[in-house]
C-alpha cells in the first residue's frame, strides 16, 4: 500500500504524519464511525487530536450558554474562566454576526492550538423572519415548503454565526397536556418521519444536505433521543415507561430517517425511558444509534440532562453521572459541568480511558473540519450577509405563505366564513387576541422580535381597506398570565368579567362576531404542561354571554397544542385554528378569514372531546371488545359519559369548496412479494373555487403475528383543483410499506389480507380497497 508524508497547518502549527496510507493512518482513534467517511477530514481530526492535551480534549467537550464575554473582553464568570484555560468547545445562544466575531476572538486567545468554538442555537421555526410553530405548520402537510422554511432559517442563523442548529424536535406527540406538542409534528409515525427529512435537507442545505462546508449551510440536531413525547401524564421532563415494540414501531422511526437524511447531531431527552436516564442509556446512543444505525456524528446533551441523573437517583453524583454519560456515548456536555470537571480524575483512576475521550473529541474536531471552521473560524461572522438576508422581503413573503397553510378551518356552519370583502357587513372584533401581538409566535422564537409581529386587527384593517366591511372592537376579557417564577397562574392576572357588557353591546350592534382567543405563548412550550385543556380564564364565559346575541359567531383560535372545543364545537357557527401563525399572523389570517386563501390545512393531531380521553390518536389497536354502535349497551370498551371518537380527528380540515372522491380502484387485489401495485381514486372539486385537498393513504393488515392498528398512514398527496376540476390521485403500494415488527421483532412484510382507504381524513371510511400479500 502506498505510505506517504502528510503536512497539516493548523493556525500556524505545522504536523508531519509519517507513515499514513491513504485510506487512514496508523493508530487511528479506535471505534470512531466517522459522519463524513472522508479519509482526509479523518486524518485531519487525528493530527489535531495527537496535539492536544488531555485538558484540552476535554475541553472540547464543554458546552456554555453564551455570557462569558459582552464586551470585548472574557466575563469573570465560572464559564469565563474555562474559556481563558481554552476549554469551552461550544456556546450556544448568542446572536449577531459582529459579536460573535468578538467571542471567537476571544476563544483563539486562549486557546493553544487555535481551535475554533462552535456557535449554536435553538432556531425552532425561524431566526428573526418566525415562521408558525412546527406543529401548525405540519399542518400544512407540505414538505417542500416545511424544507424552505427551515433553508431560511439556517440562511438568517448562518449569517448571524450560527453554525449549528438545536432542531427539529421530531418527537411523535401524542399527548396535548404536554406543552411542547408545539415543537414537533403530531402524532403520526410516517407523517413524522417525512417532515423530519424535511426539515433535516432544510437546516443543512436543500442542494447536498450532508455537505456543510457552505457558509450558509448549518448542523441540524435530531431531539430528543427518545420517548420525551410519551412523558407520563403529559408532564414535562416526567418518566416514560414502553415496551421495546412500541419504542421501535412508533418513536424510532423518525429518528432513523434522520439518520438516513444525513443529519449531523443528535440531542439526548431529559426523560428516563424504562427506568435509565436517556443520557445514560447505552441501549440508545451505542446499539441502537451508534452500531445498528451507523451514525457518525455528534451527541450533546440537553440543558444540564447529565447533572439530573443525580436527580433521577441513577447517579450518585455529579461524577458518577460523567461516568455514566461517557460510557453511554455522549460527546458533549450541556452546561452541566460534569466532564470539565470530572473527566480527568476519571481518567486517572481508570474509570475512563482515554481512548473514549478521544472518539467523542474526534467527533466534534470532524463537526469542526466540516464546516470549515480550521479554515476560517470567522466564516459564519458576515454582518453584510446578515444585513441582507435577514427579514428581507423573500422570506416574510414566505413567512406570510406558510402561515396561511398551517392555518386548519375546524368549522364554518352555514358557511359564515368567508367574510368576503364585497358584502356589506358589521363585525364586531372581541377578544384578547384581536390586538395581541407578543403571543404571535408562540414559544421558541429565538430571535423573533415580538413587536414587529403583525396583529390580527392590523392585518384585518390592512385586507378590508375601502371594503364595505366595517369593524368595532371590544376586548371582552384578557388572557390570564403565567407567573414563570411559581409556574402558576398569576393571582393579579385572573381575568375579570368587567368589559363582558361592552363586548355583548358591540355584539348586538353587529351582523358577525368575529372573536379571538387563545393561550398567552409561555401556556404551551417547554415546562408548559396543563391538566385542563379549554380556553383559558373566563374567554368560555365570554363565549357564552356572546351566543345569547343570536348572531352568528366566528371563533379564531391562536395556541400552541389542541384543545377541548366542546362547548365551542357545538355552539359557535365557525372555528378557525390558526395556532401561533408567526410574525405574518394578522395578514395570513386574514388572507383565510377573506377568503383570498382558501384554508387547506389537516390536522396533525387529534383534538379530544375532553381530558379524560387522553391519549386518543387515530391508529390505535382495538380490543378484544370494540364499540359497537349498534349495541351500545353491550359491554364494550367505551365510556359511559362521552363517545369513544374525537372531537377532530387526524386529517381533518375544511375548506370553502368541497371535493368529491369516487371510482377508487387498485390495479390487482394481490400484491405479489417484491411487486406492486396501484391504489386510485378521481377527485373532484364540486364546489364554486378553486381549493387544495390532502388526500391520504391508510392501510390496515387485518391479520398479523401480533395486533396492528385499526389503520395507517402511508402516503398523503397535496393537489390543487379548480372550481369543477377532476384529477386522477394514484398510490403505489409495495411490500416495504406493509413491514411491521413481527413477533419475533423482525422487520417483515406479512402476507396476508390488507385494508386500504383512500380519504379525506383518518375518520373517513368511504373509499375502502382490498387487496392480499402473497408469497
Known amino acids: 500500500m502506498k505510505k506517504s508524508k502528510i503536512l497539516i497547518v493548523v493556525f500556524g502549527f505545522v504536523v508531519t504524519l509519517g507513515a499514513c496510507s491513504e485510506v487512514g493512518i496508523a493508530g487511528k482513534t479506535p471505534d470512531w464511525k466517522s459522519y463524513s467517511g472522508d479519509p482526509v477530514i479523518e486524518r485531519k481530526v487525528d493530527s489535531v487530536l495527537n496535539l492536544m492535551t488531555l485538558e484540552e480534549k476535554i475541553g472540547q467537550m464543554n458546552q456554555y450558554s453564551g455570557n462569558f464575554a459582552t464586551t470585548g473582553e472574557v466575563a469573570d464568570t465560572k464559564s469565563g474562566e474555562y474559556l481563558k484555560k481554552g476549554m469551552i468547545g461550544s456556546t450556544f445562544n448568542v446572536f449577531g454576526a459582529d459579536h460573535l466575531r468578538m467571542l471567537q476572538e476571544q476563544n483563539l486567545k486562549h486557546s493553544r492550538l487555535k481551535?475554533?468554538?462552535?456557535?449554536?442555537?435553538?432556531?425552532?421555526?425561524?431566526?428573526?423572519?418566525?415562521?408558525?410553530?412546527?406543529?401548525?405548520?405540519a399542518c400544512s402537510w407540505d414538505l417542500e415548503l416545511m424544507e424552505k422554511s427551515a433553508r431560511i432559517a439556517a440562511e438568517e442563523a448562518t449569517a448571524s454565526g450560527v453554525a449549528w442548529n438545536f432542531a427539529?424536535?421530531?418527537?411523535?406527540?401524542?399527548?396535548?397536556?404536554?406543552?411542547?406538542?408545539?415543537?414537533?409534528?403530531?402524532?403520526?409515525?410516517?407523517?413524522?418521519?417525512?417532515?423530519?427529512?424535511?426539515?433535516v435537507r432544510?437546516?443543512?442545505?436543500?442542494?447536498?444536505?450532508?455537505?456543510?462546508?457552505?457558509p450558509n449551510t448549518m448542523m441540524a440536531c435530531a431531539k430528543h433521543f427518545?420517548?420525551?413525547?410519551?412523558?407520563?401524564?403529559?408532564?414535562?421532563?416526567?418518566?416514560?415507561?414502553?415496551?421495546?415494540?412500541?419504542?421501535?414501531?412508533?418513536?424510532?422511526?423518525?429518528?432513523?430517517?434522520?439518520?438516513?437524511?444525513?443529519?449531523?447531531?443528535?440531542?439526548?431527552?431529559?426523560?428516563?425511558?424504562?427506568?435509565?436516564?436517556?443520557?445514560?442509556?447505552?441501549?440508545?446512543?451505542?446499539?441502537?444509534?451508534?452500531?445498528?444505525?451507523?451514525?457518525g456524528g455528534m451527541?450533546?446533551?440537553?440543558?444540564?440532562?447529565?447533572?439530573?441523573?443525580?436527580?433521577h437517583a441513577f447517579a450518585k453524583d455529579l461524577k458518577h453521572a460523567a461516568d455514566l454519560a461517557i460510557d453511554a456515548g455522549i460527546d458533549m456536555d450541556m452546561i452541566s459541568e460534569a466532564f470539565v470537571t470530572h473527566l480527568k480524575e476519571l481518567v486517572e483512576e481508570g474509570d475512563v480511558s482515554e481512548e473514549q475521550i478521544d472518539v467523542a473529541v474526534s467527533r466534534i474536531l470532524e463537526m469542526k473540519f466540516l464546516l470549515g471552521l480550521f479554515d476560517d473560524p470567522f466564516r459564519y461572522f458576515d454582518a453584510e450577509r446578515q444585513q441582507k438576508v435577514v427579514m428581507n422581503p423573500e422570506h416574510l413573503k414566505i413567512a406570510r405563505e406558510a402561515a396561511q397553510r398551517s392555518i386548519v378551518l375546524l368549522k364554518n356552519e352555514g358557511n359564515v366564513l368567508p367574510l368576503t370583502k364585497n358584502e356589506s357587513k358589521r363585525v364586531a372584533l372581541i377578544g384578547p387576541f384581536v390586538k395581541e401581538r407578543e403571543s404571535l409566535n408562540g414559544e421558541w422564537a429565538i430571535k423573533g422580535d415580538r413587536n414587529k409581529s403583525v396583529t390580527l386587527l392590523e392585518g384585518l384593517e390592512a385586507k378590508y381597506d375601502g371594503s364595505r366591511v366595517k369593524f368595532t372592537y371590544a376586548q371582552g376579557t384578557t388572557l390570564p398570565l403565567i407567573d414563570r417564577s411559581?409556574?402558576?397562574?398569576?393571582?393579579?392576572?385572573?381575568?375579570?368579567?368587567?368589559?363582558?357588557?361592552?363586548?355583548?353591546?358591540?355584539?348586538?350592534?353587529?351582523?358577525?362576531?368575529?372573536?379571538?382567543?387563545?393561550?398567552?405563548y409561555h401556556w404551551s412550550g417547554e415546562a408548559a404542561s396543563r391538566t385542563d385543556i379549554t380556553l383559558p380564564g373566563n374567554q368560555r364565559e365570554l363565549l357564552k354571554e356572546l351566543k345569547k346575541t343570536g348572531k352568528p359567531i366566528v371563533l379564531v383560535l391562536f395556541n400552541g397544542r389542541p384543545l377541548d372545543l366542546s362547548w365551542e364545537e357545538e355552539n359557535v357557527d365557525a372555528i378557525v385554528e390558526a395556532w401561533y401563525p408567526g410574525m405574518m399572523s394578522g395578514h395570513a389570517v386574514s388572507d383565510v378569514l377573506s377568503g383570498d386563501y382558501n384554508p387547506s390545512a389537516k390536522l396533525v393531531m387529534t383534538f379530544p372531546r375532553n381530558v379524560g380521553q387522553i391519549p386518543v390518536f387515530y391508529n390505535m389497536k382495538n380490543t378484544g371488545r370494540p364499540f359497537d354502535a349498534e349495541h351500545p349497551a353491550d359491554y364494550r370498551s367505551s365510556y359511559i359519559?362521552?363517545?369513544?371518537?374525537?372531537?377532530?380527528?387526524?386529517?381533518?380540515?375544511?375548506?370553502?369548496?368541497?371535493?368529491?372522491?369516487?371510482?377508487?380502484?387498485?390495479?390487482?387485489?394481490?400484491?405479489?412479494?417484491?411487486?406492486?401495485?396501484?391504489?386510485?381514486?378521481?377527485?373532484?372539486?364540486?364546489?364554486?373555487?378553486?381549493?387544495?385537498?390532502?388526500?391520504?393513504?391508510?392501510?390496515?393488515?387485518?391479520?398479523?403475528?401480533?395486533?396492528?392498528?385499526?389503520?395507517?398512514?402511508?402516503?398523503?398527496?397535496?393537489?390543487?383543483?379548480?372550481?369543477?376540476?377532476?384529477?386522477?390521485?394514484?398510490?403505489?403500494i409495495d411490500e416495504e410499506m406493509l413491514k411491521m415488527y413481527n413477533i419475533d421483532m423482525e422487520w417483515v412484510a406479512e402476507p396476508g389480507e390488507f385494508d386500504l382507504w383512500i380519504a379525506t381524513s383518518s375518520a373517513d371510511e368511504a373509499n375502502h380497497l382490498e387487496f392480499s400479500l402473497v408469497e
Open 202 to 214: 432544510g437546516f443543512q442545505g436543500i442542494e447536498d444536505y450532508t455537505d456543510l462546508s457552505k
Open 115 to 137: 481551535i475554533p468554538m462552535l456557535f449554536a442555537a435553538d432556531v425552532i421555526h425561524g431566526l428573526e423572519t418566525t415562521f408558525p410553530i412546527p406543529l401548525a405548520e
Open 486 to 520: 411559581t409556574q402558576k397562574v398569576s393571582v393579579r392576572e385572573v381575568p375579570d368579567r368587567s368589559g363582558f357588557g361592552e363586548a355583548v353591546n358591540v355584539a348586538r350592534n353587529s351582523d358577525v362576531i368575529l372573536v379571538a382567543m387563545g393561550e398567552d
Open 299 to 311: 451527541v450533546v446533551t440537553d440543558y444540564t440532562a447529565i447533572m439530573e441523573m443525580v436527580a
Open 168 to 199: 427539529p424536535m421530531i418527537d411523535i406527540g401524542r399527548d396535548p397536556r404536554w406543552g411542547r406538542v408545539m415543537e414537533g409534528a403530531g402524532e403520526d409515525v410516517y407523517l413524522g418521519t417525512q417532515v423530519a427529512r424535511a426539515r
Open 641 to 732: 359519559d362521552s363517545p369513544n371518537s374525537p372531537l377532530y380527528p387526524f386529517g381533518y380540515g375544511l375548506s370553502y369548496t368541497t371535493f368529491k372522491y369516487a371510482n377508487a380502484k387498485i390495479s390487482s387485489d394481490k400484491l405479489q412479494v417484491g411487486g406492486s401495485l396501484t391504489a386510485s381514486v378521481e377527485v373532484t372539486n364540486t364546489g364554486d373555487v378553486s381549493g387544495e385537498e390532502v388526500v391520504q393513504l391508510y392501510l390496515r393488515d387485518r391479520v398479523g403475528s401480533v395486533v396492528r392498528p385499526v389503520k395507517e398512514l402511508k402516503g398523503f398527496k397535496k393537489i390543487h383543483l379548480k372550481a369543477g376540476e377532476t384529477k386522477m390521485v394514484e398510490f403505489s
Open 226 to 295: 427518545v420517548g420525551y413525547g410519551a412523558a407520563q401524564a403529559g408532564r414535562d421532563y416526567h418518566s416514560v415507561d414502553m415496551s421495546d415494540r412500541m419504542l421501535h414501531e412508533t418513536y424510532l422511526p423518525p429518528f432513523k430517517a434522520a439518520v438516513e437524511e444525513g443529519v449531523a447531531s443528535f440531542m439526548t431527552a431529559f426523560n428516563t425511558l424504562n427506568g435509565v436516564p436517556c443520557t445514560g442509556n447505552k441501549y440508545l446512543f451505542k446499539e441502537i444509534l451508534r452500531d445498528r444505525w451507523n451514525f
